[in-house]
């Protein structure tokens, strides 16, 4: 959350963040208290909602918390991937450098990058559920 703020901030309003936080109804609220969280929404054009049942996790692929999907006005996918540089480290690193650059309309060093978090639990069910 802290990297994305960073992005958020260095980039001045010119991106939008759809934010999908996995849990289920009751674990939401835990979520939508947490300090981190509140402070992406006080940004424009942020915007955070539950995906309890890892619908919108599962249709664009995504198993690990942190992963970053970054599209164009058009729909047109341009980045995927990390923007830390390890599991909750804070600092510099190529995937945030990347979608940075991107969103300044540069032209990145990668358009990929390791992500280093938790697994989602509805990833992996719905990948034990498809494996039967």
């Known amino acids: 959350m802290a990297e994305l703020e960073m992005i958020l901030t260095r980039c001045g309003g010119r991106a939008v963040a759809r934010i999908l936080v996995e849990g289920t109804e009751s674990g939401a609220a835990t979520w939508a208290n947490d300090r981190a969280l509140a402070n ?7 915007n955070a909602r ?7 996790s599962n249709r664009f692929g995504i198993a690990t918390s942190g992963h970053v999907l970054l599209f164009r006005p058009d729909g047109r996918l341009i980045y995927q991937g990390g923007v830390t540089g390890a599991r909750g480290h804070e600092g510099a690193n190529y ?8 969103i300044l309309g540069d032209e990145p060093g990668v358009r990929t990058f390791p992500v280093f978090g938790c697994p989602l639990e509805t990833a ?8 039967r």
């Open 40 to 46: 992406l929404a006080r940004f424009p054009g942020v």
């Open 124 to 131: 992996a069910s719905s990948a034990r559920e498809r494996g």
């Open 50 to 56: 539950l995906d309890a049942k890892g619908i919108e």
């Open 95 to 102: 995937g945030r450098d990347a979608v940075i650059s991107l």
